[in-house]
């Protein structure tokens, strides 16, 4: 401890670093502030309606997460516990240019139907669902981010409720049934409805540009899907289908369920998934000033070693403190406490601050539970302290402050912009953030990759390539090895 204090004596004995550390927090406080200040929604009802500041509503699933819930749902009320059996013919699908022309006909990889019981036909409300897709097999999916994969080339689908559970089958021939999955749903009602659904997502084009991510969405697609062989067993209400268009995907043009004695084919548009590629804004957003930050860390990190070779305090404090471990050490634990405070405050004003200027502004935010928060708040700082330790490891291995600063920046702050700002091509850049330290910076992500959804999970529309913690155990490697190394040097190297 006595080594700690001494270091700590140390630091704040140095004006300009105690300045350096309080303009590193305000730092991401200004570039929040800016980002939120920056950032406005508006949209309108309709043509020659007036403008509306604010987002068009967002439909949300039972986590609170943004979702898409557009479908053609053909329903029925099913009283308690009950199932659903029916044979589908394959997909179809019509799909549309962004000038509405029609284009071809291939259906789309995640285009779906197939058999799906639900708490109601609200946008966001409880389901489980059996499917067929386009180019996936058969699928079991609930509550929009819930994937289980079935087999390829089943063609019958079969439902089953008992209470909360909800168990899917597949059957290549209608006689030999493999379950899928087993699901439980909180949450739904006694009467719920099922029946056929059919969905098909809009076709998009991706583009990525120096500066940031675009996305250029091509036109509507449309899936069709005939059910015959349909069989239930329970209490079901009324005896005929009835047609709802969930989300109103459907223009009217074409009747979207059409009835031929046993036969039903069922038409519709949209997704049923999480909604990765809408016009939300995640909470990460406002802590962009994190590499700024990062910057004045390192600068700091290296600082507080090669000052002390400049003006040959070295000599002293080592000569005072034989145990050259002990002496890096401690100076580890002081640059990354130091780090860590001034990261951890400027995380807590950024992001109440900047949310509400952003919810003012009309700007939809994507729900972030409090665990996630805090880990965006505390993994903020957690990079800052860490980045602080490498510089000063950098620091003792080079002994010189421009070449290891700059040896900081290029490890950690430019991988992270060049990635970012899709500068570079969607592949280098999610190379760079596994490989560098940049990779720290994923702590912060809480956009999510799904499976069931097709989208260009790349860096420029803010997915990183590690899990938050994977990226930010790079990080720490890289710290453990350079801090390794400048033991081992300051050990055998002359002061």
Known sequence: MSLIRAEWTKFRSVRGWLIATTVGALLIVLFGWLTATGSR?????????????????????????AVKDQFTFAHRTLNGDGTITAHLSPLTASTEGPDGDPRDNDVPAWAKAGLIIKADTTQGSTYAAIMVTGAHGVRMQHNFTEDIAGPTGARWLRLTRSGKTITGYASA???????????????LPADAQAGLFATSPATATVTQHLGGGGMSTGGRSTATATFDSIATEGVWAGAAWQATSVGDPMD??????????????????????PDVAGAGVGIERVLIGTFAAATVVAVLGVLFIT???????????????????RVLAAKA??????????????????????????????NYIYHASTATQARIVLGTAAV???????????????????????????????????ASAAVLPAGPSQWLLRLTPAAGMAIQQTALEYAQVDFA????????????????????????????????LLRRRDA
């Open 307 to 325: 000052t002390e070779y400049r003006r040959g305090m070295i000599r002293t404090t080592l000569a005072a403190r034989p145990r050259r471990g």
């Open 333 to 362: 634990v002081v640059i990354g406490g130091v780090a860590f405070v001034a990261g951890a405050l400027g995380a807590l004003v950024t992001l109440p601050v900047s949310l509400s200027i952003l919810r003012e502004n009309g």
């Open 384 to 418: 800052l302290a860490v980045t602080a330790v490498l510089a000063l490891a950098i620091g003792t291995i080079v002994r010189r402050s421009a070449v290891a600063v700059a040896t900081v920046v290029l490890l950690v702050v430019l991988p992270y912009l060049l």
């Open 252 to 273: 009217g043009s074409t009747p979207a369920v059409q009835q031929s004695g046993s036969t039903v084919t069922v038409s519709g548009s949209g997704d049923i998934a």
């Open 457 to 488: 999970y790349s860096p420029a529309f803010g997915f990183f390539p590690l899990s938050p913690w994977g990226g930010f155990a790079v990080l720490c490697a890289y710290a453990v090895a350079a801090l390794g190394l400048a033991a081992w």
């Open 173 to 187: 021939d209608g006689t030999t049934w493999a379950k899928i999955g087993e699901v439980q749903l909180s949450g």
């Open 41 to 65: 929604s508006s949209y309108q009802e309709g043509p020659g309606q007036p403008e509306i500041i604010g987002h068009p509503p967002v439909p949300t699933g039972p986590g609170g997460e």
